[in-house]
């Protein structure tokens, strides 16, 4: 069992970094977590959960350099979370000499954009789940609301209307 300070230590964040993932993973985390003398505990699961949210492009390290050509692509978030893929090495519109890249290379980096592309589509369930959540949050929000607006109708307005 891990608490919340020990989670942070290993993963190297902030402890409220882990308490809002706590709140954004809860559908993940559900039968998890645990509360011991009033501490928040969670099991490796939910470690292993954890961890996998706070991976970064920068973590699945994309840079790599090769010993016979220098094979550097860069990805890169733009404000916009739009990843822009550039070769640092090579110019695509130089036509004078071809670049030797090594196919061995190249599905080294067609792996690793795949692991990146894996982490995404968690990332996206996830929040598709939050947002499933959230709708039905809302809706029952609603559903009580008119329910208390009617009983405030009955109750009050009635009574004033027919005084």
């Keep these: 069992m891990y608490k919340i300070k020990e989670i942070a ?3 190297g964040v902030e402890t409220i970094e882990i308490h809002k993932k706590l709140l954004t993973l809860s559908n993940e985390l559900k039968g998890h977590t645990f509360k011991e003398n009033g501490v928040i505990v969670v099991d490796d699961k939910a470690l292993n959960i954890i961890e996998k ?13 090769s010993d016979k050509n220098e094979l550097n692509f860069n990805i890169n978030d733009n404000m916009y979370g739009d990843f822009v893929i550039e070769d640092s090495q090579h110019d695509l519109n130089d036509k004078d000499e071809p670049s030797e890249v090594s196919i061995d290379d190249l599905q080294g980096e067609i792996n690793k954009l795949k692991k990146y592309l894996m982490v995404l589509d968690d990332e996206i ?11 039905r949050l809302l809706s029952e929000s609603t559903h009580k609301l008119k329910v208390i607006e009617k009983e405030f109708y009955n109750k009050v307005v009635r009574r004033w209307l027919y005084v």
């Design 53 to 65: 949210s706070f991976i970064k492009i920068s973590d699945l390290d994309v840079n790599p350099t």
């Design 125 to 135: 369930n996830r929040e598709r789940e939050n947002l499933q959540q959230n709708a």
């Design 9 to 11: 230590s290993l993963i």
